[in-house]
């Protein structure tokens, strides 16, 4: 069965279609790519999977199963995390904070126990703390820790949404232009870094990017909009080889 | 000082926190005098009415009190769990002005109705305590429990969701937390608040009458919020104490004091944006206060 599955999802805000008759198979594991021109309805996607947007036709299958009126937050416990193109940290809050908070589905405990700082209350909170630490470790921000994200350089702030996402425990991570306003050697170690957390939390990840030779690099499989319609799916060498994407991209040939 | 202000003060912090809980969550509310009022309404009816409750001895029960404050926190809790799902779809600006007539409507129903006593309000609303100075411990033991609620709260994960949801809202949602129930708790933990302060203050006030709980209640109380900080529990009483205080001691410049006070509100948010107590006054704070305890504790090692 497919993880995630997108059945002709088509998006309008009143008369602009920004997605139309758009079918998607994202398979447990993989890296997918989504490239398009700006405009082309990519963050308009990651709204409809994450229950932001609700689409105007269609259906959205996660194992199966419709996601149809659920709200964002009954969406993210189910395993569905995302980053955000125009960062979306909480900047009154640390960069440990900002990772706690990711937890929240996994950090319940009594609210007794809360109030009375019981021995196992504290246990379990100084476990969650080490978690979040580990977390911003494997992002280098471990330094920043205690110091307000809105402190952040751009590239470490990238990251933190990175780490605030994987703190959910997500199956599905869904991450919008991770290395904008990255140099080109922090996006090379964002591919590896991808690679790695993929692997190591056992990640299917959906990708949106402009960088064309990262995503080739990177993404298992592919697929490309424009003008809300997918318009050429596949791996990264039959995506270079489309002559719709080149048209999309380069302008078409008299 | 004068027993009698120090208890106008503890109950402004009081009323500090109650508006403060929703807006740590992002939400104005201004809802807390018409909780404040009903709260009192509770007390001034069920102390006067009910002669069960009156006890055998000269001054009126502390556990009769301590029921009032149970059944006004239950009415309130209830009103607010319903109101609260209603008026919190409202956001910002809006959000203030649906609390404003709530407390309006209020305020007119209880000038209106004959059990409330109309525009005379219920008297002789009979006293727990013979003194202000017994009001005073009273309410300060109240104050310290409510304030280390607040403590608990800011430092858990639901006090860490009301925060994100203040931050942003919708990347807060996008954490898996359920924003409308959140803002929910918020609002009806600040009905709580200030109903029982409503209760408190029907007894010492010794009368309650409509006008307690009006659209000048709604702004005093905010602005206790706005000038000693929204950030932690310590801000709106802070905020309370002093702006409660502040007109009192400020008699004896005459007719002035009004115009001080005013100025006063309004230095304060010109140099303290945020409100006089900060997370940053304690990061500032902590070295000094830590390191004079860590010495001490040495000290005692040796």
């Given at each position: 069965m497919n993880l995630l599955q997108l059945e002709d999802v088509g998006v309008r805000f009143g008369g602009l279609r920004?997605?139309?008759?758009v079918d998607l198979e994202v398979k447990q594991g993989e890296i997918f790519g989504l490239l398009g021109p700006n405009g082309a309805g990519k963050t308009t996607l990651f709204n409809v999977i994450s229950g932001l947007t609700a689409p105007s036709s269609g259906t959205v299958r996660w194992r199966g199963a419709s996601l149809a009126g659920l709200s964002s937050h009954r969406i993210a416990r189910l395993g569905i995390a995302r980053t955000f193109q125009n960062l979306r940290l909480f900047?009154?809050?640390?960069c440990l904070e900002n990772v706690l908070v990711g937890m929240h589905q996994h950090a319940r405990q009594p609210p007794l126990a809360a109030l009375l700082q019981t021995q196992s209350f504290r246990r379990r909170e100084s476990q969650l703390q080490q978690e979040a630490l580990a977390l911003l470790d494997l992002f280098q921000l471990e330094a920043t820790?205690?110091?307000?994200?809105?402190?952040?350089?751009y590239g470490d702030r990238r990251r933190l949404e990175m780490a605030r996402a994987l703190a959910s425990r997500p199956q599905l991570l869904l991450l919008d232009e991770?290395?904008?306003?990255?140099?080109p050697s922090e996006k090379d170690e964002l591919r590896e870094l991808i690679r790695r957390i993929r692997d190591q939390f056992k990640l299917t990840v959906l990708i949106i990017e402009h960088h064309v030779p990262l995503m080739l690099g990177l993404c298992d499989r592919l697929a490309v909009l424009n003008f809300g319609q997918r318009i050429a799916l596949g791996s990264p060498d039959q995506v270079r080889r489309d002559p719709a994407v080149i048209e999309a991209y380069l302008g078409g040939g008299t | 000082m004068d027993a009698g202000l120090l208890e106008q003060m503890l109950l402004g912090a009081l009323l500090g926190l109650s508006v403060y809980l929703p807006l740590r969550c992002g939400q104005l509310s201004l809802a807390t005098p018409g909780f404040f009022a009903i709260g009192g309404t509770v007390a001034a009816l069920l102390s006067t009415?009910?002669?069960?409750?009156?006890?055998?001895?000269?001054t009126y029960p502390i556990t009769s009190v301590l029921l009032e404050m149970a059944l006004a926190a239950l009415l309130t809790g209830v009103l607010a769990l319903g109101l609260g799902r209603v008026v919190l779809r409202l956001r910002g600006i809006y959000l203030a002005i649906a609390t404003i007539a709530l407390v309006e409507i209020l305020r007119v129903v209880t000038l209106n109705l004959e059990f409330t006593g109309g525009a005379l309000g219920i008297f002789g609303?009979?006293?727990?305590?013979?003194s202000a100075a017994g009001y005073a411990a009273f309410t300060l033991a109240l104050l310290a429990l409510i304030c280390w609620l607040c403590d608990r709260l800011e430092k858990t994960r639901p006090g860490r969701a009301m925060a994100a949801i203040r931050d942003d809202e919708l990347a807060a949602a996008s954490q898996g937390i359920n924003t409308a129930d959140t803002k929910l708790l918020a609002f009806v933990l600040s009905a709580l608040v200030a109903g029982i302060t409503g209760v408190v203050a029907a007894h010492f006030l010794n009368s309650w009458n409509?006008?307690?709980?009006?659209f000048d209640a709604s702004i005093t109380t905010l602005a206790f919020v706005v000038f000693g900080g929204?950030?932690?529990?310590?801000g709106p009483v802070f905020g309370g104490l002093l702006l409660t205080a502040l007109p009192e001691l400020l008699r004896p410049v005459g007719d002035l004091r009004l115009i001080v006070f005013g100025a006063v509100i309004l230095v304060g948010p010109l140099f303290f944006p945020q409100g006089v107590i900060t997370p940053e006054l304690f990061k500032w704070f902590k070295p000094r206060i830590g390191g004079i305890t860590t010495a001490a504790a040495q000290g005692v090692k040796q």
């Amino acid at each position: 069965m497919n993880l995630l599955q997108l059945e002709d999802v088509g998006v309008r805000f009143g008369g602009l279609r920004a997605l139309q008759g758009v079918d998607l198979e994202v398979k447990q594991g993989e890296i997918f790519g989504l490239l398009g021109p700006n405009g082309a309805g990519k963050t308009t996607l990651f709204n409809v999977i994450s229950g932001l947007t609700a689409p105007s036709s269609g259906t959205v299958r996660w194992r199966g199963a419709s996601l149809a009126g659920l709200s964002s937050h009954r969406i993210a416990r189910l395993g569905i995390a995302r980053t955000f193109q125009n960062l979306r940290l909480f900047s009154s809050m640390s960069c440990l904070e900002n990772v706690l908070v990711g937890m929240h589905q996994h950090a319940r405990q009594p609210p007794l126990a809360a109030l009375l700082q019981t021995q196992s209350f504290r246990r379990r909170e100084s476990q969650l703390q080490q978690e979040a630490l580990a977390l911003l470790d494997l992002f280098q921000l471990e330094a920043t820790a205690h110091q307000d994200a809105a402190s952040l350089s751009y590239g470490d702030r990238r990251r933190l949404e990175m780490a605030r996402a994987l703190a959910s425990r997500p199956q599905l991570l869904l991450l919008d232009e991770p290395a904008a306003g990255m140099n080109p050697s922090e996006k090379d170690e964002l591919r590896e870094l991808i690679r790695r957390i993929r692997d190591q939390f056992k990640l299917t990840v959906l990708i949106i990017e402009h960088h064309v030779p990262l995503m080739l690099g990177l993404c298992d499989r592919l697929a490309v909009l424009n003008f809300g319609q997918r318009i050429a799916l596949g791996s990264p060498d039959q995506v270079r080889r489309d002559p719709a994407v080149i048209e999309a991209y380069l302008g078409g040939g008299t | 000082m004068d027993a009698g202000l120090l208890e106008q003060m503890l109950l402004g912090a009081l009323l500090g926190l109650s508006v403060y809980l929703p807006l740590r969550c992002g939400q104005l509310s201004l809802a807390t005098p018409g909780f404040f009022a009903i709260g009192g309404t509770v007390a001034a009816l069920l102390s006067t009415r009910v002669p069960a409750l009156a006890g055998s001895g000269s001054t009126y029960p502390i556990t009769s009190v301590l029921l009032e404050m149970a059944l006004a926190a239950l009415l309130t809790g209830v009103l607010a769990l319903g109101l609260g799902r209603v008026v919190l779809r409202l956001r910002g600006i809006y959000l203030a002005i649906a609390t404003i007539a709530l407390v309006e409507i209020l305020r007119v129903v209880t000038l209106n109705l004959e059990f409330t006593g109309g525009a005379l309000g219920i008297f002789g609303i009979p006293q727990p305590f013979n003194s202000a100075a017994g009001y005073a411990a009273f309410t300060l033991a109240l104050l310290a429990l409510i304030c280390w609620l607040c403590d608990r709260l800011e430092k858990t994960r639901p006090g860490r969701a009301m925060a994100a949801i203040r931050d942003d809202e919708l990347a807060a949602a996008s954490q898996g937390i359920n924003t409308a129930d959140t803002k929910l708790l918020a609002f009806v933990l600040s009905a709580l608040v200030a109903g029982i302060t409503g209760v408190v203050a029907a007894h010492f006030l010794n009368s309650w009458n409509a006008k307690l709980g009006n659209f000048d209640a709604s702004i005093t109380t905010l602005a206790f919020v706005v000038f000693g900080g929204s950030r932690t529990w310590l801000g709106p009483v802070f905020g309370g104490l002093l702006l409660t205080a502040l007109p009192e001691l400020l008699r004896p410049v005459g007719d002035l004091r009004l115009i001080v006070f005013g100025a006063v509100i309004l230095v304060g948010p010109l140099f303290f944006p945020q409100g006089v107590i900060t997370p940053e006054l304690f990061k500032w704070f902590k070295p000094r206060i830590g390191g004079i305890t860590t010495a001490a504790a040495q000290g005692v090692k040796q």
